[in-house]
C-alpha cells in the first residue's frame, strides 16, 4: 500500500508539502473575534427561544445566561486571548501619554474641596 510520501512524491514531485506561516493577529482582532461569537449566541438562542414562543423578556435573559455559559466553556482560547491583550495593553509604559496629567488634574480639583 502507497505512503503519503510516496503519493505526495508521485504527484507533487517532492515529499512534504509547504506549511503556511501564521501572520499575527492584532490584538484588537481578538476582541472582534471573540464579542462577535459571544453575539452570535446570543442571537441564536434568542432566535431559538423566541420560535419555541418563550415571552420575550425571559428569551433575551434565558439567551444571555446561554450565551455566556457556551462561551466561558467552549471558547477559552478567544477568552484568553483577549484577556492576554488586556494584559499587554495596561503594563506597556506607554499607553496614555497624558495619563499622569489627568491623574494629577484630577487630584488637584478632588484636593481643593
Known sequence: ????????LHFHGRRKLPVPRLVPVKPSRYWLV???IRVGLFAV???????L????????I???????????????GQRDAVATSIVKVRA???????????N??????????
Open 62 to 76: 434565558a439567551a444571555a445566561v446561554i450565551g455566556l455559559c457556551v462561551s466561558y466553556i467552549f471558547f477559552r
Open 45 to 51: 438562542a434568542l432566535a431559538g427561544l423566541l420560535l
Open 104 to 113: 494629577e488634574a484630577l487630584d488637584r480639583f478632588e484636593g481643593d474641596r
Open 92 to 102: 506597556a509604559p506607554n499607553r496614555d501619554l497624558d495619563n499622569d496629567l489627568e
Open 53 to 60: 414562543g418563550v415571552d420575550p423578556w425571559i428569551s433575551a
Open 1 to 8: 500500500m502507497p505512503t503519503l510520501d510516496s503519493w505526495l
Open 34 to 36: 471573540y464579542t462577535l
